[in-house]
């Protein structure tokens, strides 16, 4: 990707501009996610507009709930201008499908979590507790917790 201007960032700076912090920022450099950044004369990472607009890239991509390899297959993707459009939909929807399944996980858990929470009426002795008696793995008998 060709540099739009001369670099204008110190590390710190970038990453408050895009609220993250400076050992993210060293962190996707290794992961190869931003380039490794010019350094000024005095050894001081210097980062562009290009490097601003891939972390706000990242960022937005982490928003919808990809993941940081997702977000480098994403940039592999769009680098080439020649990419179908198809793939980078395809790659997407398989995401989609990921998040919609772990909705169904967390509302199975709600529900789970929810029952055992009205079996237990918070008084009386841990033991018997249905929710203790279930995440020690002993089946419970559908008492309540009493005094």
Known sequence: MKEKTKPTWTRAALAKAVDVGAETLRFYEQKGLIEEPKRSASGYRLYGENDLERLQFIRRSQGLGFSLLDIKQILELTKNIRTPRKKVRDFAEARLLV??????????????????????????????????DFIEGHNSNGNQCHE
Not at 104 to 124: F, H, I, T, Y
């Open 99 to 132: 998040i919609q399944q772990k909705i169904r996980d967390l509302r199975a858990m709600e529900s789970a979590l929810g029952n055992l929470v009205r079996q237990c009426d918070g008084k009386g002795p841990l033991k018997g507790c249905p929710i203790a």
